[in-house]
């Protein structure tokens, strides 16, 4: 496991359950302010803030395919509106706009496939059943994942 996954996992163990969260939304949400500027990683964890990049259509297409899957097992954290949303859930991977942002925003299709075992590793997420994103599900997350890293 390397450093990021380490501080992903770390930051967001106990605190991130898949299950239903803000769910129903059809439409993709809108991108919002870019990060700021921090001069540590540290300060970086003082608020969420939202990539501010250019998005594919294919990266598009395949956001509009997995949304319900990040729907159902993410958004009850990572969005506001979540029924468990916590700030350091959204600062690591905050929904709440597309593309998604928190500090480690450039990094997140990595840190997803590593949460959820896509990598090799043990999954971590959902916590309160890892590795409960599986067949099509994880597909049509994997799938989002390659167009993002397409798109860097």
């Known amino acids: 496991m390397n450093a990021f996954q380490v501080t992903i996992l770390g930051a967001l163990a106990g605190t991130v359950v898949g299950c239903a969260g803000a769910s129903g939304q059809s439409s993709a949400p809108s991108v919002t302010n870019p990060p700021s500027e921090k001069p540590d990683h540290e300060a970086q964890h003082a ?32 969005t506001t509106a979540g029924s468990r949303s916590q700030g350091g859930a959204l600062q690591h991977f905050d929904m709440d706009h597309y593309p998604f942002g928190g500090h480690h925003a450039n990094e997140i299709a990595a840190a997803v ?26 597909k049509l997350i994997l799938a989002w994942a390659s167009q993002v890293g397409a798109s860097h």
Not at 51 to 76: G, N, Q, T, W
Not at 117 to 135: F, I, T
């Open 47 to 78: 608020g969420s803030h939202h990539a501010e990049r250019a998005v594919s259509s294919s990266e598009r297409a395949a956001y509009e395919k997995a949304k319900p899957i990040f729907d159902r097992y993410c958004s009850s954290c990572h």
């Open 113 to 138: 496939r590593g949460v959820l075992g896509a990598d090799g590793s043990k999954p971590s997420m959902p916590p309160d059943r890892p590795g409960a994103v599986e067949g099509e599900d994880l």
